[in-house]
């Protein structure tokens, strides 16, 4: 009897330490379960991670891009370099002119605006002269038939602007009746007419032209001469707002006729 129980006591304990398939069916399932959802976790972090990659390529490529344009708006409009040949504008610009420094391309340089500028007195204006107006008897604007125009890109200062009247009689300009103090002009230059208006003296500027000049007034093609004349407004490319070649010699354009 005893040796019978002892036997039923030792089936149950081998019992209770055997699992049955199910149970061990059920783990197997949970652990699979439980490395599926990490391994699906897993992946969608790697597909977060790899978006936002994309994502940031993206932008980076983007930003470059508007920059990129940004800038050549900048330089191609508003900023647009020009470089300075000849002595016209000396001291203003080129003062160390001489031919050997414009053949090397030492030469000024300088940044002119092309959009949204208005032009006065005292402004310096990058122009295309490939027509040249004059003044008839009446003082309206016309173009000769025997005086070729210049026909090259120049560089000058505005001296009067359209319904100003300028004067030149003994070196000195007047504008309105009032002689101008020039302390931008080069030294020992002397203002004299170059024939494109001669005794027609004092002239009124006609509405959307300009009158204007080099600084180095002995050494400068301008509205003096007929093969120049008046400036209409249509041929103005933009305004001189900085010298910034050679770097020593910065400068700022606007303004520097008041000395």
Do not use: W
Request: net charge negative; hydrophobic share 35%; with cysteine.
């Amino acid at each position: 009897m005893e040796e019978n129980m002892e036997k039923l006591s030792a089936e149950e304990s081998a019992n209770e330490n055997e699992s049955t398939p199910v149970e061990i069916n059920e783990a197997e399932n949970t652990e699979a379960a439980v490395n599926t959802a990490e391994n699906t976790s897993d992946e969608a972090n790697k597909k977060k991670k790899k978006g936002a990659f994309i994502k940031d390529v993206i932008d980076i490529i983007e930003s470059t891009l508007a920059t990129v344009f940004v800038i050549v708006l900048i330089f191609t409009y508003i900023l647009h370099p020009v470089n300075i040949v000849g002595r016209s504008m000396v001291p203003t610009l080129n003062k160390n002119y001489n031919g050997e420094r414009e053949i090397k391309g030492e030469t000024d340089k300088v940044f002119m605006n092309t959009v949204f500028f208005d032009v006065k007195y005292g402004d310096i204006l990058v122009i295309d002269k490939d027509k040249n107006y004059l003044l008839d008897e009446n003082g309206e604007p016309y173009q000769p038939q025997l005086d070729l125009p210049l026909n090259e890109c120049i560089i000058k200062r505005v001296i009067a602007v359209g319904g100003q009247t300028i004067s030149i009689e003994n070196g000195q300009v007047t504008v309105d009746g009032k002689v101008l103090d020039e302390p931008y002009i080069a030294v020992n230059s002397y203002t004299r007419d170059e024939g494109a208006f001669g005794d027609q003296y004092p002239i009124t500027v006609p509405e959307g032209y300009y009158f204007v000049m080099g600084d180095n007034r002995n050494n400068s093609t301008d509205s003096r001469a007929r093969s120049v004349g008046l400036v209409k407004r249509d041929q103005i490319y933009g305004k001189a707002i900085v010298k910034y070649s050679p770097l020593d010699e910065f400068d700022i354009l606007i303004g520097s006729h008041k000395g």
